[in-house]
């Protein structure tokens, strides 16, 4: 939303409109709390699509590194960081249109600094933290936001999801990232179709919030090891399928 012509060009080639326009916040950029950004909101909802929002409760200009130690979810959860909640949470009811707030996504890997396995938090600590902020948003009337829990798609390794599910009085929507990588990137791996990739975790997803709507947040197929294009075709095929009903 700070230069609209890349979605111009998107939908352009899309011949159709975005429902859903998805940018990234960090809670800081250079020790100083960052707030509610209500024009590039309202420049999403003029577009007539959805914001969708990565709400990233780090230090952007510590380069996106997993290790911050002023951003443990132990200081979310004692309150250090509610005043600066509390404030974005007031802009959003302020301005009072709905958008999804996609909050510390992918939590089961080990990228972030709000993974329960990195940074010096520790198991259980996901669940406060969430909880916390959302009854900020709560407590102070913020019902425009959508909560969006957002997890990596599984891999061997990663954390499972029963035990960092907030429950379904916190979260609206579920959704997952997932990436074909393919053989030569910078995350190199075997080629996967749509169901290989999802398939597991969405099965996940449904057990754990078994009623709770799925989106796919972030996807994308590489150009090597396969068709792209035929990546792409099955992957809208499947997802429409009853088997992701």
């Not at 326009?21 to 959805?50: C, K, M």
């Not at 007031?90 to 709000?114: C, D, I, V």
């Not at 035990?163 to 030569?184: E, H, Q, R, T």
Request: with cysteine; aromatic share 16%; net charge negative.
């Amino acid at each position: 939303p700070w230069d609209m012509r890349a979605a111009d060009r998107f939908e352009a080639d899309a011949g159709k409109r975005a429902s859903i326009l998805f940018f990234g916040l960090p809670w800081y950029i250079d020790g100083v709390s960052q707030p509610f950004r209500t024009t590039l909101f309202e420049a999403v909802r003029q577009r007539g699509s959805i914001p969708m929002v990565d709400w990233l409760s780090w230090e952007l200009s510590a380069g996106g590194s997993k290790r911050q130690p002023d951003f443990q979810l132990a200081d979310i959860i004692r309150g250090d960081y509610d005043a600066h909640i509390r404030a974005w949470a007031e802009g959003a009811k302020a301005w009072g249109q709905p958008f999804f707030l996609r909050f510390a996504h992918e939590m089961n890997g080990t990228w972030y600094p709000w993974s329960e396995r990195k940074n010096g938090n520790a198991a259980g600590e996901y669940v406060r933290a969430w909880r916390h902020v959302h009854d900020i948003f709560t407590a102070v009337g913020a019902t425009n936001v959508t909560w969006v829990w957002c997890v990596n798609a599984e891999y061997p390794g990663s954390q499972p999801l029963a035990g960092i599910y907030p429950g379904d009085a916190y979260v609206d929507w579920v959704a997952v990232d997932g990436y074909n990588w393919g053989p030569a990137t910078i995350h190199p791996t075997n080629w996967k179709t749509f169901d290989e990739l999802f398939g597991p975790t969405y099965a996940s997803l449904r057990a754990v919030a078994p009623t709770r709507p799925v989106m796919i947040a972030e996807t994308a197929s590489s150009e090597t090891g396969g068709s792209k294009p035929g990546w792409i075709a099955d992957a809208y095929a499947r997802a429409a399928s009853e088997d992701y009903a």
